[in-house]
């Protein structure tokens, strides 16, 4: 069964850093490396992609993240991070991390992704 577990979101000041943390489980270990993405969603806005990475461990970043936030892997603790750096106010969202079994590569589309967590609360406000 697999189960993605997300921690790390906060109340941070404009400016401010943050790490998220995907802690991902179920899956054979050894044999399915699954492409990870981070999805954000604002009161009364769509579900958004913020970045993924892939099995292969190729990245790719929503045009208003890039240069600030940073997605890596630690494949022996099953987990994704997300850093993210220079907060913004319109960076406010419940951030969801998402698993695609067969990710050799990895695109930020809701629907590539069979996998979801419960997400974790991000606030940036002075």
């Known amino acids: 069964q697999v189960q993605l577990v997300e921690s790390g979101g906060d109340l941070v000041q404009p400016g401010g850093s943050l790490r998220l943390s995907c802690a991902a489980s179920?899956?054979?270990?050894?044999?399915?490396?699954?492409?990870i993405a981070w999805f954000r969603q604002a009161p009364g806005n769509e579900r958004e992609g913020v970045s993924c990475?892939?099995?292969?461990?190729?990245?790719n970043y929503l045009d208003s993240v890039k240069g600030r936030f940073t997605i890596s892997r630690d494949n022996a603790k099953n987990t994704v991070y997300l850093q993210m750096n220079s907060l913004k106010p319109e960076d406010t969202a419940v951030y969801y991390c998402?698993?695609?079994?067969?990710?050799?590569?990895?695109?930020?589309?809701?629907?590539?992704?069979?996998?979801w967590g419960q997400g974790t609360q991000v606030t940036v406000s002075s």
């Open positions: 179920g899956f054979t270990l050894g044999l399915e490396v699954p492409a």
């Open positions: 998402a698993a695609d079994p067969g990710g050799i590569s990895c695109g930020l589309e809701f629907s590539s992704y069979d996998y």
């Open positions: 990475i892939s099995a292969l461990d190729s990245t």
